[in-house]
């Protein structure tokens, strides 16, 4: 070895769990290994019709040991004895039901096949109905508004929303659970070996962005409003949490029993848990007035500016502005579309049903699945700018920026006889790029300046043709960061403050970064032809919203 001083950023993403080893000195990388979970790639206690999306921790658990044990395999002998911290991140809002000890209903026997007791992921959207009740209560009480610090709108995909649905539609659950804690606190929780989640420390950026919590009401909404909001969430305030911690902080040492199970040291120090994007955006090189993109089956949107000396300007429509959720000591700023890959994603799954149901070979309909979205962009490249006529909405799982909505559902208008696959697919790109372009006209038209565009993630490593679209929609140049595991190197970099061999995360930001491999730039006359079609694009979403008004 080379580095006396390694670190691990471990990535928990939508399909899999990656760990990162890097030298703390530089971020160069050691070695990386990415582990599926396994329950989820087979589809189980999902039910996509319903908007039900549930993972299971025994695909975390088995995830966070194979993923960083085959890491060190593959790193040069001795790494192991170098690593030095390790920081965690997640999606999110992601909670689980725990007993009083922090373990997930679903890993106790009465509990192990009911997907209420799971972590209920991100893009769960079962609580819709709760989210617009939380909304309507907080808006007219005549206490605090508790939405004012994440845009005005309470989201479906949150922590409250997801908590209040559960315990309505679970009696059983309901009577089990002691308390809630985010996929992002619970495993840095596992791995120091105190779960209890009275004294587990709970993360600024998860609690800020999507639990209501603030410093200036003393933490999470008082017990009458939530109360008020149904009777069944009498008391469970008192198990949660008050104080939070940004992600610079560690919450202790790795237990024995991880260390053993990892074969790393129990002076590994463990690092307060954060959500992807957060720390994606610090691996990707946010700084004040750039807007970090992660690019992948949704989009998350960060922002940083300086704290404000005086009172805090409220912007509206976004996914919450939190004192230190994304770099500690600065505002950090989120924003972001419910589907962005996924839209492209359920559009190869629509043209290969024909292939699923009558291929008997899995090979070969799995070489066509593969295959499919490569062709499409390839042929849909090809196609002149508004010369199919079709336009379509990209909210086919609801709408996160602005104002979030996840009641409203995709549309495509403009069909004929004539439309073919590539135009269809040329369309719901364009449309992915316009929801994009809605997010930063809600940022600048509030006075959020955005002087730069940097976008990381699988999409903006693999899709040049989507990039490009993006790049043209906005009118704005897009770097592509180098690294293709930005989160995980976010993570590392937070690991190598907690550690100390950083001072803060700015200076790990400024040693580890793997900068930019290319930058999109827009073309004049496509920026144009975009102008217009995005006007028809607003006029459609006017009206498909119009017409689903609850």
């Known amino acids: ?76 002998k001795g790494t192991a004895a170098c690593v030095r911290a390790i920081s965690v991140d997640t999606t999110g809002s992601t909670p689980v039901a725990v007993d009083k000890a922090g373990t997930p209903l679903s890993l106790l026997p009465a509990f192990k096949s009911d997907p209420d007791a799971m972590f209920i992921l991100w893009k769960d959207h079962t609580g819709v109905d709760e989210a617009a009740e ?51 606190d619970w495993i840095p929780a596992l791995l120091t070996g105190d779960t209890n989640p009275l004294t587990l420390k709970r993360s600024r950026c998860a609690s800020g962005h999507k639990a209501l919590w603030h410093r200036s009401w003393d933490g999470l909404p008082a017990e009458r409003f939530l109360t008020k909001l149904d009777r069944r969430l009498a008391g469970v305030r008192d198990n949660l949490f008050t104080e939070t911690f940004t992600a610079d902080r560690p919450i202790g040492a790795l237990s024995l029993p991880w260390a053993q199970r990892l074969g790393l040291s129990t002076d590994v120090l463990v690092g307060v848990g954060a959500f992807d994007a957060h720390m994606g955006a610090v691996g990707g090189g946010i700084t004040a007035g750039v807007l970090s993109k992660v690019m992948g089956t949704s989009t998350c949107d960060m922002m940083v500016a300086p704290l404000p000396r005086g009172k805090e300007k409220l912007i509206k429509g976004i996914c919450g502005q939190v004192d230190g959720s994304i770099i500690p000591g600065m505002l950090g700023m989120e924003a972001g579309q419910s589907a962005f890959g996924d ?11 024909p292939v699923d149901a009558l291929v008997k070979d899995a090979k070969v309909a799995e070489s066509v699945h593969d295959r499919l979205l490569v062709e499409l962009s390839q042929r849909a490249a090809r196609l002149p700018i508004g010369g199919t006529g079709i336009v379509a909405l990209d909210w086919l799982n609801g709408r996160r920026t602005p104002n979030a909505n996840q009641a409203l559902t995709g549309a495509i208008m403009g069909l004929n006889l004539g439309s073919d696959a590539p135009a269809i697919y040329r369309a719901l790109v364009e449309s992915t790029a316009f929801g994009a372009r809605k997010i930063v006209d809600c940022f600048t038209s509030q006075g959020v300046k955005i002087h730069e565009v940097v976008a990381l993630g699988g999409i903006a490593k693999k899709s040049p043709f989507v990039m490009q679209v993006v790049a043209d929609v906005f009118g704005m140049p897009i770097k592509a960061a180098k690294s293709d595991q930005a989160c995980a190197l976010g993570a590392a970099m937070f690991a190598a403050t907690v550690a100390g061999i950083h001072v803060d995360v700015l200076h790990a930001q400024q040693a580890m970064s793997s900068g930019f491999e290319r930058e999109f730039r827009p073309i004049a006359a496509n920026v144009k032809k975009y102008a217009g079609i995005y006007e028809r694009y607003s006029r459609l979403g006017e009206f498909v919203e119009g017409a689903t008004e609850r």
């Open 1 to 76: 070895m080379t580095t006396k001083n390694a670190v691990i950023g471990l990535d928990y993403g939508t399909d899999s769990v990656r760990a990162l080893i890097v030298d703390a000195a530089d971020g160069r990388e050691i070695a990386q290994h990415v582990h599926p979970y396994s329950r989820w790639a087979q589809g189980r206690f999902c039910d996509a019709g319903a908007n039900q999306f549930r993972q299971h921790p025994l695909d975390y658990v088995e995830g966070l040991e194979l993923a960083i044990t085959r890491a060190l395999a593959k790193a040069p």
């Open 343 to 353: 839209a492209y994603a359920w559009f190869r799954r629509l043209l290969c049903w």
């Open 134 to 184: 939380i909304n309507d209560l907080a808006h007219s009480w005549g206490g605090i508004d508790y939405t004012m610090y994440c845009g005005g709108v309470y989201s479906s995909e949150w922590y409250w929303s997801k908590i209040l649905h559960t315990i309505r539609t679970n009696e059983k659950v309901r009577s089990g659970a002691f308390s809630w804690v985010e996929h992002c």
